[in-house]
């Protein structure tokens, strides 16, 4: 398999299997409930997993949670409510809303907060190789001591200058790995340093590390990552040595047109919002259909259209397995085998009406769910059929009745060329 990296901007192959393959995904900051767009790199991390799993792969993945940051202690003074209450809250509502994709749990979850010691060891031997310094209780990353910085971004120093300007920093492209307390911030973690808290980036290299050690094959996350926060872990890690992370796996933005969703969710694109308004199997297939590595629409047309190509697939259980011809699995494979194509992969799913072909390559993208096949209860049964025997005698104000009695049921009836079927409303 073979996977685009963002540092050297071409294909890497991954070793040959069993690997192991150890992936790092950046999760989301926990302070309200998470964005429809955090839950790409969450997707796109099981599915990898997932595949790479199915083709005889060992593989760990690690999706940790930011539960220290700015925006935690500031929503906290918003709210008038312990920071710590806050992202205890939020951790909760990141792992109902990302538990109802059905995809099952990344291997390791760390939080920022367990592993404060990882972190402090971590800066104190930035510090003691004279690739940071301390300034009145804060410690920052010296960038003009790792020449390499920009690789991976490609930021120009006009970026580099605008992170948090401040008098103690030596020069303006350093960033901070450890803050000391401010008066608003209501929880802090002692240090050699004084008390604070680490910066955000320090807390990826750390809990990366802790998990997968100094060199990993997959590090992911979304493209608005990569400066400043991954150019960050990278020069942290790599400043001690470290080969941190093989490929770089930047997924795409969802791109939103705020006029064009008004319709079904409002102002609120939460993850929960969209799952509650189109349901898991419509957003997983949505998230299917567009590159990874691409940014995507994000509007109420597009979804309509992922619901109904999942509705297509869901009709193929209910229609008559046809074998597929040799070499079907193989396409699919490759497909996926080629930089995680699943727009390509999903397009030979569409060609299928084998169902035992179908239902494994569904399994893959936790949409088994697609494969069960509905069976109506008889009291749905009977509906139906009261309503057949009316359009028979062409009563049709009874039979009109009887389709409105079966939707209130939230079944359809559908005509069929030797009689009808019920399919369950979504
Ligand atoms: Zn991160």
Redesign the pocket.
């Known amino acids: 398999m073979r996977l685009y990296d963002s540092l050297t901007r071409g294909l890497v192959e991954l070793p040959p299997s069993p690997g192991p393959i150890r992936i790092y995904v950046?999760g989301s900051t926990v302070y309200q409930r998470i964005h429809v767009g955090n839950s790409r790199p969450f997707v796109l991390g099981m599915w990898v997993r997932n595949w790479l799993r199915h083709t005889g792969y060992e593989v760990t993945f690690v999706h940790?949670i930011?539960d220290v940051d700015d925006k935690v202690y500031a929503e906290a003074v918003e709210q008038g409510v312990p920071s710590r209450q806050l992202s205890e809250r939020a951790t909760a509502w990141f792992f109902e809303d990302t538990n109802d994709l059905g995809l099952g749990r990344p291997d390791l979850e760390p939080r920022a907060t367990e592993t404060i010691p990882e972190i402090v060891q971590f800066i104190q031997e930035l510090v003691d190789g004279e690739k940071a310094y301390v300034a009145n209780g804060d410690v920052y990353f010296s960038v003009a001591r790792f020449p390499e910085y920009v690789r991976l971004s490609g930021a120009r120093l006009e970026e580099m200058i605008s992170q948090e300007t401040s008098d103690l920093k030596q020069d303006q492209r350093d960033f901070a790995l450890w803050k000391s307390q401010k008066p608003h911030e209501d929880a802090a973690w002692d240090s050699p340093w004084g008390p604070g808290r680490p910066g955000?980036h320090i807390?990826?290299s750390a809990m990366a590390e802790k998990f997968l050690g100094p060199e990993f094959e997959i590090h992911g996350?979304g493209n608005d990552?990569r400066f400043p926060?991954h150019e960050n872990?990278l020069a942290q890690s790599a400043s001690l040595g470290h080969a941190f992370a093989k490929i770089w796996m930047h997924n795409g933005m969802l791109e939103l047109d705020q006029a064009k969703m008004s319709k079904s969710l409002g102002n609120v694109v939460t993850l929960r919002n969209v799952l509650d308004v189109w349901g898991r199997e419509s957003l997983l297939v949505f998230h299917l259909s567009g590159a990874w590595s691409k940014p995507v629409d994000f509007d109420d047309d597009v979804m309509q259209q992922a619901s109904a190509r999942a509705d297509r697939l869901r009709d193929v259980f209910r229609g008559i397995h046809q074998p597929a011809p040799a070499g079907s699995w193989e396409r699919f494979s490759d497909a996926l085998d080629d930089d995680f194509n699943t727009p390509a992969a999903l397009a030979v799913m569409h060609e299928w009406r084998d169902h035992e072909l179908l239902r494994r390559a569904l399994g893959v993208f936790g949409l088994e769910s697609l494969a069960e096949n509905d069976e109506a209860p008889p009291e749905v049964a009977a509906l139906a059929q009261r309503r057949q025997a009316a359009r028979e005698v062409r009563d049709f104000e009874e039979a009109d009745r009887l389709r409105a009695e079966l939707v209130e049921a939230g079944w359809e009836m559908r005509d069929e060329t030797n009689g009808h079927r019920l399919v369950r409303l979504r």
Request: aromatic share 10%.
């Open positions: 950046c940790n930011t955000w807390e990826c996350g990552l926060h872990e």
